[in-house]
């Protein structure tokens, strides 16, 4: 299995990114897709999931109503929008699989690599 992140960068407060993770040797319609995040000295954090059907989406409360997670089952693609950004966003993003939700990282089976986020005041 491997997931692939990527579309990280180094973005302004207020401006906005676009994350996408390319999913392979899963059965990508049947996984939970997770995005979590890690800044530097803190624990790695729960941001956003979606079930396979999209039809169950959850947020960290730190991003609702400025990131959104979404999926396109026919590419093995899950996208996370990121708008409204603020300096406390600055992390690197993982994109994770399983195949039941939760919100612990602890759980996932399945981690790309990691993209970079870096959000300047």
């Known amino acids: 299995v491997q997931l692939q992140a990527s579309g990280g960068g180094l973005v302004q407060a207020g401006g906005s990114l676009r994350l996408s993770c390319a999913a392979s040797g899963l059965t990508f319609s049947r996984y939970v897709m997770g995005w979590f995040r890690q800044a530097p000295g803190k624990e790695r954090e729960f941001v956003a999931a979606m079930a396979w059907s999209g039809g169950m989406i959850y947020y960290a409360d730190s991003v609702k109503g400025r990131f959104t997670i979404s999926r396109d089952n026919a590419k093995n693609t899950v996208y996370l929008q990121m708008n409204s950004l603020k300096p406390e966003d600055t992390a690197v993003y993982y994109c994770?699989?399983?195949?039941?939700?939760?919100?612990?990282?602890?759980?996932?089976?399945?981690w790309g690599q990691g993209t970079l986020v870096t959000v300047s005041s």
């Open positions: 994770a699989a399983d195949r039941y939700y939760s919100g612990s990282y602890r759980t996932y089976d399945y």
